[in-house]
Each structure stands twice: as structure tokens, then as C-alpha cells.
């Protein structure tokens, strides 16, 4: 990570960064499960996640250690006089998306779309968003909720994966 932080601090020409990442699977260290049979085969080590936990001996300092780190890499990024583009978490699936619909479509021939529960995402989120939420205002800083286009918009309660027969998930 460091390297790569080096590497932009580098280069002028990076005048806009959007920062996007699986924060939700590192701040809880598991991979996700709708709890309607889809459940990722994710490993969860991502390396801040295994940084955290080198650092911190417990699960509690873990936890404390992983927004502090999202809270310091955006800030180091700002000093830097770039705009950043901070990217929330995507609704989670649990599923491969093309091929789940793929073999809906051999079994009954009919094309249906995909979707999770939202109470799910925000659960699962909310620590997350709050962390993120937490970073504070910048002029350089713009934060995207996915979440606010895929939930409760296609379907009432849920977070699309697919709408009007097309995966918007690969």
C-alpha cells in the first residue's frame, strides 16, 4: 500500500483518484452471505485487513484499526492536493450473477432478475458507512453511495443485481 501511495504522490498527472474497495470484507473480515443461499467464496485477508491484525492483537483493536487506517489513507490522499472520489460500498451479491440467471433461464425458460435483501446490505454496512461517514468534509472529497441507485429504486426492499433481465454484476 505504501508503495502505491508513493507512486501516486509521484505522478502530477493523477489530478482525481477514486478510492474504491471491498471495505465492508475487510472491516468484517468475512465474506458475505445474503442469507437466502448465496454465500461468496471470498477469502478474508485482504492485505489491510491482515495489516490490522499484525498491529492489533485483538478482534476489538482490529476493528478500530481498520477505519483508522480508511480515515488516514483518504487524508493522506487529500495532502496531496488531489480530488478524491470516495466510492461506498456495492450491494453485495452472493452470487455469480450472469451464471445464476443463466441457469434460472435452462431450468423454466424465463428470464428473472436477481436481487438482495436491503435491510442485509445496511446490517452488514452500517459500520462501514459510519466509518467512512467519519472521514468529514473536504472541498477535494466526493462520496458515491452505490447503495442510493442499486436499493430500494428496481425492487422495493432490495438491492438489484440485474434489472430488466441484464446482470449489472460480473
Not at 484499526?65 to 460500498?89: E, F, T, W
Amino acid at each position: 500500500m505504501e508503495d502505491a501511495f508513493w507512486q501516486i504522490a509521484g505522478d502530477e498527472t493523477l489530478a482525481t483518484l477514486v478510492v474504491m474497495a471491498r471495505n465492508t470484507l475487510y472491516l468484517e473480515g468475512s465474506a458475505f452471505d445474503n442469507g437466502e443461499g448465496g454465500v461468496e467464496d471470498v477469502p478474508p485477508s485482504p492485505y489491510d485487513a491482515v495489516e490490522a491484525r499484525e498491529l492489533n492483537s485483538s478482534e476489538a483493536d482490529r476493528r478500530a484499526a481498520v477505519p483508522a487506517a480508511y480515515a488516514s489513507g483518504i487524508g493522506n490522499l487529500l495532502a496531496l492536493r488531489r480530488k478524491v472520489i470516495l466510492v461506498y460500498p456495492v450491494p453485495e451479491v452472493g452470487w455469480d450473477v450472469p451464471r445464476v440467471m443463466a441457469r434460472r433461464y435452462l431450468a423454466d425458460g424465463a428470464v428473472s432478475d436477481l436481487s438482495t435483501s436491503m435491510e442485509v446490505f445496511e446490517r452488514r454496512n452500517r459500520a462501514t458507512i459510519v466509518a467512512l461517514d467519519s472521514i468529514g468534509d473536504h472541498p477535494d472529497l466526493t462520496r458515491i453511495r452505490p447503495d442510493a441507485i442499486l436499493c430500494d429504486t428496481f425492487v422495493p426492499g432490495r438491492c438489484a443485481a440485474s434489472v430488466a433481465g441484464r446482470p449489472i454484476y460480473a
